[in-house]
């Protein structure tokens, strides 16, 4: 059981640990004397529906022993974030996000969960029974039984703000949408390495991940690359050692895969041999690269290999071997060093320092170019920016925590935020102007 939180470096959170540590205990714990009905986190809807008696009935239709059963290593009552996607047909999305919507009424759950015709694409956050019991659920609809959910601990309540339930046309961001991606084929996809296979392969490849070319037992030679499809400032705080990056940001504002355009002389993909080379993708879930490598398969690279689960499995399971820096994360977490996924899992020692510090673009202040050594972005203080950045404290005092000084003279300014804190709604700051 992770028992502190670490969202980035605990030492520069506004709270100390031992009040995170606290928090973090069950509220029993917290609040002996409270009767239990207090003791859960409130919901209105589900307040609600427990003094019309709907909530106990279903909560207890929900205590069998199969359930009581699920194993976790999350206490009920602690805060969880949970993932999971599945790229499989839905005839009926509008009525399957109706179904979703009426389950959720009476559990405590926020997130982004999106379906449509090419299947469903969830990240959420609540008490850790909360989050079982949707997930539970969730996989008693036989299109989604064999889902990979990935489970980790918050840092301080929920993860989002709120629920966001809907169908969606495109179950990840891209322009253009995937609706024309044969999205739910399976051999139009990237082949899905376990992270333990996916070690092994970094590990055949020289000093973790280097592209190289490599002769097999019957002579021929064998090329790699190793492909990060996350976003540019993604991986500035950390990706796997020997990566490589396309030009494009593939999943913001860019065209790619819809046009016919040859890629730019300097990406890694440009004159590839796409028979002879393995390239072997990672994201942070494993959505993207499932996308990006149909992209590809259309575009008649062959041999595509994709770590299953994403890095957040992977140091889940294997730890930090081979990957530098921490983990961009889509939720209120922001960055995650490997120990919080793999508690012992070195944050700091890489296998290969020297390619850490000769990487010019790794873990540098965005405005001055300093070395960084906390791998953590804030948002832009200017509210028509809002930009996610890197930035060394010099820079943040000195802009006001802006992005760049054209920022600074914006009208909707909001204070420097101290600590890991995120910005809340502009109402809040509106007097500060
Ligand atoms: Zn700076
Ligand atoms: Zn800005």
């Given amino acids: 059981m992770v028992t502190a939180c670490f969202g980035g470096s605990a030492a520069s ?36 529906l427990r003094s019309t008696g709907l909530a106990a009935s279903r909560r207890c239709a929900d205590k069998n022993p199969e359930s009581r059963a699920r194993k976790s290593i999350f206490p ?20 399957v996000v109706a179904k979703h919507l009426d389950f959720l009424q009476e559990w405590d759950i926020h997130g982004r969960i999106y379906i449509n015709e090419q299947g469903i694409n969830a990240q959420y956050s609540g008490p850790n029974g909360d989050v079982l019991a949707y997930t539970d659920w969730v996989k008693k609809d036989h299109r989604f039984s064999n889902l990979l959910v990935q489970v980790s601990p918050a840092c301080d309540g929920h993860a989002f703000p709120r629920l966001k339930l809907r169908y969606k046309p495109s179950l990840v961001q891209m322009e253009g949408g995937t609706a024309h991606l044969p999205l ?32 097999d037992s019957q002579g021929s030679v064998r ?18 050692q020997g990566a490589q990056r396309p030009n494009v940001d593939c999943f913001r504002s860019t065209s790619f895969g819809l046009s016919n355009v040859e890629v730019a002389s300097s990406d890694p993909l440009a004159k590839i041999d796409k028979e002879n080379t393995d390239i072997l993708m990672y994201c942070t879930g494993g959505i993207r690269c499932d996308v990006y490598s149909t992209i590809l398969r259309q575009k008649g690279f ?29 939720d209120a ?46 948002n832009c203080a200017n509210l028509d920016c809002n930009r996610l ?28 935020l101290p600590g890991h804190q995120r910005y809340q709604k502009w109402h809040m700051y509106r007097g500060c102007e």
Avoid at 18 to 23: E, T
Avoid at 355 to 375: P, Q
Wanted: proline share 7%; with cysteine; glycine share 6%.
């Fill in 13 to 48: 959170t506004s709270l100390s640990r031992s009040a995170l540590c606290l928090r973090r205990l069950p509220l029993a714990c917290r609040f002996p004397s409270l009767p239990p009905f207090l003791l859960r986190p409130f919901s209105p809807i589900r307040a609600a």
């Fill in 333 to 378: 977490r922001l960055s995650l060093p490997p120990s919080f996924y793999k508690p012992g899992a070195n944050d700091s020692a890489f296998a290969k320092p020297e390619l850490v510090h000769g990487n010019s673009a790794f873990a540098r202040c965005y405005v001055c170019g300093s070395k960084l050594l906390e791998y953590r972005h804030r």
């Fill in 76 to 95: 009920e009552e602690d805060f969880v974030v949970a993932n999971f996607y599945k790229f499989v047909t839905i005839e009926d999305p509008e009525a």
């Fill in 389 to 416: 950045f890197l930035s060394c404290s010099i820079c943040v005092s000195q802009l006001s925590g802006c992005c760049c000084l054209d920022c600074t003279c914006s009208p909707r300014l909001r204070p420097v």
């Fill in 223 to 240: 090329k790699h690359l190793l492909l990060d499809v996350r976003n540019g400032y993604e991986w500035d705080i950390g990706h796997f």
């Fill in 302 to 330: 062959q041999n595509l290999y994709t770590l299953s689960g994403g890095v957040s499995n992977y140091l889940n399971t294997e730890g930090s071997a081979g990957w530098m820096g921490n983990l961009f994360v889509f």
């Fill in 184 to 215: 739910v084929d399976d051999a139009m996809r990237a082949h899905p390495l376990t992270p333990s296979e996916w070690r092994e392969r970094l590990q055949a490849m020289d000093d973790f991940g280097i592209s190289t070319s490599k002769a």
